[in-house]
């Protein structure tokens, strides 16, 4: 079956652009999670969705980063006024059980260069 | 302190030979642990859970040592399309924390 999806695959902008990066989960996932991956680093949990509760921002690194999840499927990680340090791969992880126990699928990511 | 820490290696075997990562978190209230595997350039994958009572599959054994706090993956006979990057995860409530990872070459 599908699996996670995510576009664009590649987005290079300008400093100061906004950029919205899309998430397709795994159909029936009740949970999904994004993560920014800088280069030769490890996952950096940025947000967390599970089904209708109040998502867990607690990983954002700053007000320029927001995310939404519509209608518990989609979800789309914005960035506003980008800089360069946000240059870094954003992977998508859906779940279909929220914590223990739940494998994450994750999506081929969206590689976010900042120029 | 990290919450998850992993020797970032690289460890450099020979095809055939076997090795053993390490790992260890700080957070007690952990509940469950797992080893992703992410290729260059690719999105991680889950390689296997680690159960209390240690768990093996195939070529791979996982332990788990609640008392000290540490995880460790054991790879046998290893393969030259084992060559990646191994991810320590632990988990608590919803809760993923994914560790920096170990860099595994296998060299023919």
């Known amino acids: 079956g599908a699996g996670v999806s995510q576009s664009p695959s590649n987005k290079v902008t300008e400093k100061g652009k906004d950029v919205e990066l899309r998430c397709d989960p795994i159909?029936?996932?009740?949970?999904l999670y994004w993560y920014r991956q800088r280069l030769g680093q490890g996952l950096e949990f940025l947000i967390y969705?599970?089904?209708?509760?109040?998502?867990?921002k607690s990983g954002l690194p700053s007000d320029r980063f927001s995310a939404e999840r519509t209608g518990g499927s989609v979800s789309t990680l914005t960035i506003q006024r980008t800089q360069q340090e946000d240059s870094a791969v954003y992977l998508c992880?859906?779940?279909?059980?929220?914590?223990?126990?739940?494998?994450?699928?994750f999506g081929p990511g969206t590689r976010l260069t900042v120029l | 302190r990290k919450e998850v820490e992993q020797d970032p290696g690289p460890f450099n075997v020979p095809e055939g030979a076997t090795v053993a990562f390490n790992c260890t978190y700080s957070?007690?209230?952990?509940?469950?642990f797992f080893w992703y595997r992410q290729d260059c350039r690719k999105e991680p994958k889950l390689l296997m859970s680690?159960?209390?009572s240690g768990n093996e599959d195939g070529r791979f054994t996982a332990q788990l040592n609640r008392a000290s706090q540490y995880i460790s993956l054991l790879i046998r006979d290893s393969k030259l399309s084992d060559s990646a990057t191994y991810l320590c995860?632990?988990?608590?409530?919803?809760?993923?924390?994914f560790g920096p990872g170990t860099r595994l070459s296998v060299l023919p």
């Open positions: 992880a859906s779940s279909p059980l929220a914590g223990a126990g739940g494998e994450q699928f």
């Open positions: 159909s029936g996932h009740t949970a």
């Open positions: 969705f599970q089904g209708n509760s109040a998502p867990d």
């Open positions: 957070n007690s209230a952990s509940q469950s």
């Open positions: 680690v159960y209390s």
């Open positions: 995860v632990v988990n608590y409530g919803q809760n993923f924390v």
